[in-house]
Every structure is written in C-alpha cells, then in structure tokens.
C-alpha cells in the first residue's frame, strides 16, 4: 500500500479542499463545491472514497451533494451540526476503539481521529492522524476563525486542544489568509522574531500564488497570536488596545479577536 499525500483544491476565492489521494483514489476534506473536485478527479483519473466535512457552513458542505450523485461514498461529519448529507455523525470520543470517535478509511489505513473544537460552529470537529490536522475554520495559520456560534472562552479551550498535538503536526486550515493574518499579528508582536521571518516566507509563496499552508503546530506556537493568549507581549498589547489590564487569557482572547475584527 502507497502511503498517501495530501493536494490543495482551489474553491471560490480563498477556500482550500484538501485531497488526501494515492496514485488511484482520494478522500476529500470540506468540499465547498464539487464542480473543482470533479474536475482534479478527472484529470488524474482517481475514484472519490469518501467525503470529511469539519463544520455545516456551505464553503465547506456545498459540494457534498454534487459528489454523491457521482460517487456513492461514506460522508464522515460533526455529530451535532445540521449537514443532512452525513452518513457517520462523529464526535469525540475517549475510548479508542469506539467508532464514533474516529473517521477510519480503509483504503488508506488511515485512523484519523475526532476533537470538538467548538467556537466558530457549535459542533465544529477537526480530523487528527498521520501527523495530519485537518482543522476547517477554527485554527488559521497566524490566526483563528470567527466565533459565530461560540464564545471566547470555548474557543481558547479548543484552540488550546490542537496547541496541545506534538508540534510536527501538519495543519490544513479552510482558507488562504495567512498573509492578513500575519499583517495583524505583526501589530500584536511587532519584536517576534518567528513571525517576521515568517511573513518573508509567506509573502515569497503568495507572490508565486503558492499556497502558504500545511502550517505546524510549532510554527503556529511561535507566531500565532491566538495561541499566545500567556505571551507578556501578546497581554501587553491586548491590554493597550483594551484600555485596561488584562490578565486571564480568555479576556486577553476576546479583546484580540475583536480587534481582529475591526482591523
Ligand atoms: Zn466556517
């Protein structure tokens, strides 16, 4: 068996479809419409095995229907969130063998397991295996998703959960928005040193339109804002922009995310 690898499809203006293929099938994970999977799998003659979605907003579901009527596949998917498609609801689950817990696909041998991470959606899940995260629009690269349906305080307890995977963990975000992501970042840490090299790196791949993802967890421990909720630096100008102390991370989460918003 070929291990398999991971490919980027483009989808509306800034959405990523991961693929995780061989040389003669793919599972794909949030697609957000069918007509460009449809298209990859055409072009390198691969059969579709199975659908992963990560949360129900229609950038990442839209296109679950377009590709079952062409591939009869299972479609794995958060247990808690309105996606009428999904034929295995899963969420996460301590005991390991329990198939709910995990997207398991056989043709790959890949176990990928479930972690809610509330906080953009109610029921949003990430897949975690392989040394592969597929995250959709909770963990960004430099920075985190909107919380439509959260609060802050679940956010930072799940965006805490993927901090916690070993830092060579490859993570595959939803979209494209490292470059203003690190933009914002930068006015948060103008010192750190990580991030500086970082946006040399990212603004040489977006010149070539590359994209700039799989990030790490590592990489995103160093320079991500969202995770450095602790950093006297990230407090600091959390609290200047705030106008007043802030000390509990969760605040200092809140007062980012808002900033973020309005930047
Ligand atoms: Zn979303």
């Not at 690898?5 to 099938?25: E, G, K, L, P």
């Not at 939803?174 to 103008?190: C, D, K, Q």
């Amino acid at each position: 068996m070929t291990m398999p690898y991971i490919v980027a499809i483009r989808a509306f203006t800034d959405n990523y479809i991961w693929v995780i293929r061989d040389h003669c099938q793919a599972a794909v994970v949030d697609p957000g419409e069918a007509a460009p999977v449809l298209d990859y799998l055409r072009q390198e003659n691969l059969k579709l095995i199975a659908i992963l979605n990560t949360h129900h907003h229609n950038d990442h579901v839209g296109g679950n229907a377009g590709l079952l009527r062409e591939f009869a596949v299972p479609v794995y998917g958060p247990a808690d969130e309105p996606i009428p498609t999904v034929t295995h609801r899963l969420k996460e689950c301590n005991d390991k063998e329990s198939e709910e817990g995990c997207a398991y696909i056989p043709e790959f041998s890949l176990s990928l397991r479930v972690l809610d991470i509330p906080g953009h959606t109610a029921g949003h899940i990430a897949y975690y295996g392989g040394n592969m995260l597929f995250c959709g629009d909770t963990l960004f690269a430099c920075g985190c998703g909107k919380l439509f349906e959260g609060t802050a305080e679940q956010m930072v307890y799940s965006l805490q959960k993927l901090s916690d995977l070993p830092n060579k963990t490859l993570v595959y975000c939803g979209h494209e928005y490292t470059l203003s992501n690190i933009r914002f970042a930068r006015v948060v840490e103008p010192d750190n040193q990580a991030l500086i090299e970082r946006q040399a790196v990212v603004e040489n791949l977006r010149k070539q339109n590359l994209p700039t993802l799989p990030s790490t967890i590592g990489l995103e421990k160093a320079t991500n804002p969202f995770l450095r909720c602790q950093q006297p630096e990230v407090i600091k100008s959390a609290s200047s922009h705030a106008g007043k102390s802030l000390s509990d991370p969760v605040s200092v989460f809140a007062t980012l995310r808002d900033w973020k918003n309005h930047f």
